[in-house]
């Protein structure tokens, strides 16, 4: 199937193969070796792994300049952590719920935007998360909880087995980063794909070829925004909260800024812009006060040096 | 009738920072299609200049005409300045590169100027003292208007009246026009399209200083991250006149700013963030060009 393509890599490509599985066996044992609080770091990375990448969708892939991202994260957060402490409803019966959600009301906000060029569309979006985190700051329907959010969400349970242990839920938000990342893939070589590809590159010019610009654009939303609200299941069952604080504007530059710093429509490039804008931050907590300003100059210096983004996406044939 | 008065007051005085800031806005991206997210915190950048130079000992306590005027001036070169840095090494080197790239500059450069604010100034809210200004107020008709917001709207009508003179009736300002038009006929004209940009990075910031100073002394306070919400309500302002207009964020900050003061005092101040997005996204879809703004032919 693929032995075509790999063809010229020859022993090279056999090792990487290799090695992704390899990496994904080593990775069982990590809730085991490392201490807890590096185990709780990973997986929060894996969470916005699965957000930045729901992000690269439609900013990457399809481009759209799509500056208000967190909303959908913080939809499935607040649907779950909602369903689950006001209706004691189980986590993964909310988990469709918030997938759902997400997903329509990233198609409702988008319809009528998409038709917006460039920078016009990146306004309305970041209209879009102010106005959703007023929203919840300001306790509508009495449902959100207001400033303070929402305590008490619980964990999710298999079977009579709750998986509370901090290694438990790692286990669980990789296992989702890996069905994303199949997501992913699958996604990169279907038809619909292609489309999000060729929209992103020249729109007339698919339009003129019989695509429908306008419903592509709201489906890549409705995928972005479904899989990005899935992830704000785990948010929540990880925090065991929600709170406005944690979808603000500002999240949704960070996850921007992840897909331009690592390299649109590149996994690879995504993963690690994730690891640089989440992580490095976690590790460097006591350096609180030069955090962000050292994190200013990153930005700029990495789009100085490498406008494509650290690890852009491989030019793959014709 | 007395209340509608006053809120057209406090209306035209936000409103009239509101328009300095957003025409920084507009002359960047009129000339260069880049958003630049950081020039609202350069803004709030010139509101902690101006402080310190209004509260160190030169003056004394009760500063004195001079004083104010030399914090302006300060306040407004200082940021110039730092406009100009800024367009040297964050935006000119990916002058060619995707327009996202140098979008994730300005949003590195916006992150970087409002943790340097909060290093040098500190995380707390600086309050301006309240000698600062003389308190007079006059009132007429029901309404009062205060020595501050006399200040604040005759000298944003007389810097946007000097701009607009500027740009409209100096070889120069022809010269800024046309590079906003297309860059490359400018350049085959013999204009110095780098010349153009760099005069924006020092004009725009400079109008934009005294206008967070301004914002400043009105409210008496300043604090490291208010960059993101005044330049926000600024680029609205500069999007509802029509983005690249300058006579446009003139008329959209006035706008704006009436728009804010009749809608936190007659609907909600709680919401009134959401209210103006929502007034953004109804204009972008009704009008995406703004008021002023020409329909203009996607190029392809």
Known sequence: MAAAAAGRGGRLALARRALGPLMWVAGLAVPIVLASSWVSILAIFAIYAVVALSQDIVLGRAGMYDMGHAVYFGVGAYVTAILNTRFHWPIFATWPVAIVVAAVIGVALSAPIVKLRGDYLLVATIGFNIIFVLAMSNDVFGLTGGPDGIFGVGVPHVLSLALSSQGALFYLDWLVLALVLLIMRNLERSRVGRVFRYLKEDELAATTLGVDARYYKILAFAIGAGLAGAAGTLFAVQLASVSPGSFVFTESVTLFAIVLVGGQASIPGVLLGTALMFVVPQVFRGLAQYRYFAFGIAMILVMVLRPQGIWPRRRSGP | ?300
């Open chain 2, 1 to 300: 009738m007395d209340v509608v008065l006053q809120q057209f007051v406090n209306g035209v005085t936000v409103g009239g920072f509101y328009a300095l800031i957003a025409l920084g806005y507009t002359m960047v991206y009129g000339v260069l299609k880049l958003i630049n997210f950081a020039h609202g915190d350069l803004c709030i950048l010139a509101a902690f200049i101006g402080l310190s130079v209004l509260t160190t000992g030169i003056g004394g306590a009760n500063a004195g005409a001079l004083m104010v005027a030399l914090a302006f001036v300060v306040a407004a070169v200082a940021v110039g300045i730092a406009g100009t840095v800024l367009e040297l090494t964050a935006y000119r080197p990916l002058r060619k590169a995707h327009r996202l790239s140098a979008v994730v500059s300005a949003l590195g450069a916006s992150m970087l100027i409002e943790n340097g604010i909060m290093l040098v100034w500190g995380p707390q809210v600086k309050v301006f003292p309240s000698n600062l200004l003389p308190h007079i107020s006059w009132s007429f008709a029901g309404a009062s208007i205060s020595f501050v917001q006399v200040l604040i709207i005759g000298g944003s009508l007389l810097l946007m009246a000097g701009l607009y003179y500027y740009v409209h009736h100096t070889r120069f300002g022809t010269a800024i026009r046309a590079a906003a038009i297309d860059q490359d006929a400018a350049r085959l004209m013999g204009i110095n399209v780098n010349r153009v940009i760099t005069s924006v990075f020092i004009v725009g910031p400079a109008l934009g200083a005294v206008g967070g100073l301004f914002v400043g002394l009105y409210y008496r306070e300043a604090y490291f991250n208010m960059g993101w919400i005044y330049g926000l309500n600024a680029f609205i302002a500069a999007i509802i006149g029509g983005i690249g207009n300058i006579p446009g964020a003139m008329v959209g900050g006035l706008l704006l700013g009436l728009f804010n003061a009749f809608a936190a005092g007659y609907v909600s101040s709680t919401w009134q963030e959401a209210i103006t997005f929502a007034l953004l996204i109804a204009i972008l879809l009704v009008r995406p060009t703004g008021i002023l703004g020409e329909r203009v032919a996607e190029k392809i």
